[in-house]
């Protein structure tokens, strides 16, 4: 198991950066690691996944907006965030799964493909 802790999340103002992060209790390598986000009444949506090897995925609606990274000596996830919009406005959860599983052979960004999940850090994007 790996237990994991979201971090970096706050109000700015649309056009505005921000950075998440997540540290992990164990070896990130272990694992892919994703970011989700959920808006009040709508469905968690995936929004970037990073397999151990480096390779990502992005949902469409962040590409060329945000951007994932690695710390493997912090074990720590970070998602850059900028250029951002009031539709970004969110809970995020960094989730982790391992890696012998298909969810990281196929950069799944389907939240139930996913084992472990922090607690979760808001997001609040003003027009």
């Known amino acids: 198991a790996v237990d994991l802790v979201e971090s970096g999340g706050g109000s700015v103002e649309s056009g505005g950066s921000l950075r998440l992060s997540c540290t992990a209790s164990?070896?990130?390598?272990?694992?892919?690691m994703a970011w989700f986000r959920q808006a009040p009444g709508k469905e968690r949506e995936g929004v970037i996944v990073?397999?151990?090897?480096?390779?990502?995925r992005y949902h469409d609606s962040v590409k060329d907006r945000f951007t994932i990274s690695q710390d493997k000596a912090k074990n720590t996830l970070y998602l850059q965030m900028n250029s951002l919009k009031p539709e970004d406005t969110a809970m995020y959860y960094c989730?982790?799964?391992?890696?012998?599983?298909?969810?990281?052979?196929?950069?799944?960004?389907?939240?139930?493909?996913?084992?472990?999940w922090g607690q979760g850090t808001q997001v609040t994007v003003s027009p």
């Open positions: 990073i397999r151990s090897d480096g390779t990502t």
């Open positions: 989730a982790a799964a391992p890696t012998w599983r298909v969810t990281c052979a196929n950069a799944s960004l389907r939240p139930g493909d996913y084992n472990y």
């Open positions: 164990r070896y990130s390598a272990s694992y892919c």
